[in-house]
């Protein structure tokens, strides 16, 4: 695996091929024909990041174009598909044993399709194994065979066990149909894959090289949704300040010409590498008013020692300067991180480093994990893994730094008065409206359905543990 660490020149940008694509869209349309009248539903269950997330979207588009219609629970589906995850070992063990769970439903419901697909089937070897382990399992496909999935079904649906994993092949599908979740706010994918290779990391070999979408097609994606009503888009890469689109567009100018987009109100990225968060990106956020007031920048270690170890390529000294230029610049920014403990050969004193960051950098929100061993990386090799009671037991104390941190940051917001881009209301109590503040703060109030989609005053008067309340304040000021 290490050979694609040097070898980054594959093709870039390259796009999926028009035939493909239609091939895609007729397969759809034949399966449309034949399960019309049946009443045919999916579920997808999800595991990952928001990227996952967007890609289950662009699934259930296609379901939909195929003529299945959405099902509350897995019990009443006819297709049930896995998006899975391989970044940790945890998600994947919950899906060997919520895809081993489901043997019984297929035994009583054999026309019921199983599939997986996602990071973890994109890795050959784990794909085999599902195939051998799980006989039940209908279709098993890759990241680079998203846009191949009506014909998969198609296939599947006559009756062929299929596995498929592509090659990397860094090709990027445009113009899938996408079932979106939310009305108000949005994902949007801007470039895929990532070259950076940090040593824990299995995402470089699972989603391939780092390729940007054209920025036409980017801007007009969103120019769409802003006619549909969206009021705030997400930008999603794993590595977004090193988008490249044709023409010279960099991040910072992708973000200057997504501001001009009519009726998007708040644009959000996510995720920055610190090594690649420029000067020009810091201006960017500064003066143009409708990027929000949050970055999440994971610096994974307060170390040094470790941090060269995990290939970050920036020393704390480098991360603490970013977070103080970000400050100076963008008042009132918040800043949510990633961590990782017990990297292998981490020491109690590098563990205390983190520690200490944890404390004194006032991040908003920190999202910690132990670290898990990915075979074929490099820090899979590597001498001193650290046992898992120690991983736990500094997971332990790092959250607890961490949940501190979160209360006095919360704490300082009771008595102001924000804005609330209303997203919905509480599903367990209809009443209470929720939204977030520009600085990605989740606020809940007692509000009706009638706000969703309005961003409205309110005034904060306390805080729950991940969250703040507030009660509308006059919305004349
Ligand atoms: N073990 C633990 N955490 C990991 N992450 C990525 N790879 C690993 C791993 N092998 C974490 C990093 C990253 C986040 C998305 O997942 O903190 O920022
Ligand atoms: Fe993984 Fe590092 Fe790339 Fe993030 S930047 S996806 S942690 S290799």
Not at 25 to 54: D, P, W
Not at 111 to 137: E, S
Not at 237 to 256: A, T, W
Request: proline share 4%.
């Amino acid at each position: 695996m290490h050979k694609l660490e040097n070898d980054l020149e594959l093709k870039k940008n390259a796009a999926v091929p028009e035939e493909e694509l239609r091939a895609g869209r007729e397969a759809a349309s034949r399966l449309r024909e034949r399960l019309c009248g049946r009443g045919l539903s999916y579920f997808i269950e999800t595991y990952g990041c928001q990227m996952n997330e967007h890609d289950s979207e662009k699934l259930a588009g296609m379901l939909q174009s195929c003529g299945l219609a959405k099902a509350e629970t897995k019990i009443g589906a006819d297709v049930i598909l896995f998006n899975t995850c391989c970044v940790r070992e945890h998600a994947e063990k919950r899906l060997m044993g919520n895809v081993g769970a489901l043997k019984k439903l297929k035994d009583e419901k054999p026309g019921l399709l199983v599939c997986v697909c996602g990071c973890m089937a994109q890795q050959k070897d784990v794909a085999d194994k599902l195939y051998r382990r799980f006989p039940f399992v209908d279709l098993i496909f890759g990241t680079h065979e998203l846009h191949l999935f009506p014909q998969l079904l198609e296939q599947a649906m006559e009756g062929r066990r299929l596995a498929r994993v592509r090659e990397l092949d860094g090709e990027i599908a445009e113009g899938l149909p996408v079932s979106r979740n939310n009305g108000v706010s949005q994902f949007v994918t801007i470039m895929y894959g990532c070259d950076n290779f940090c040593s824990y990391c299995i995402v470089p070999y699972v989603r391939g090289r780092e390729r940007s979408r054209e920025p036409e097609r980017i801007l007009a994606e969103i120019r769409a949704l802003a006619k549909d009503g969206v009021k705030e888009i997400t930008l999603l890469g794993q590595n977004v300040n090193s988008y490249q689109g044709d023409g010279g567009v960099d991040f910072p100018e992708l973000l200057r010409r997504t501001g001009k987009i009519e009726g998007i109100a708040r644009i959000r990225f996510m995720t920055s590498h610190p090594k690649d968060l420029s000067p020009r990106l810091i201006e960017a956020m500064a003066s143009l008013p409708k990027v929000c007031p949050h970055i999440h920048l994971p610096v994974q270690s307060g170390s040094d020692r470790v941090l060269c170890l995990m290939n970050r390529r920036y020393t704390r000294a480098d991360y603490l300067a970013l977070a103080a230029a970000l400050r100076a610049a963008v008042p009132g920014i918040e800043i949510t991180t990633d961590f990782i403990v017990g990297f292998p050969g981490e020491t109690e004193e590098d563990f205390l480093d983190s520690l200490r960051l944890a404390r004194e950098a006032g991040f908003s929100a920190a999202y910690t994990f132990k670290y898990s061993k990915r075979s074929g990386t490099r820090a899979a090799g590597m001498e001193e893994q650290i046992p898992e009671q120690v991983k736990k037991d500094r997971l332990k104390r790092l959250n607890d730094a961490v949940a501190e941190g979160l209360r006095a940051g919360n704490e300082k917001y009771v008595g102001r008065t924000g804005e609330v881009l209303v997203e919905g209301c509480d599903r367990r109590n209809a009443a209470m409206a929720f939204g977030k503040l520009p600085s990605f703060k989740m606020v809940y109030f007692p509000g009706g359905e009638s706000l969703i989609g309005r961003t409205v005053r309110v005034n904060i008067t306390k805080t729950s543990v991940n969250s703040l309340i507030g009660e509308l304040a006059d919305q004349k000021g």
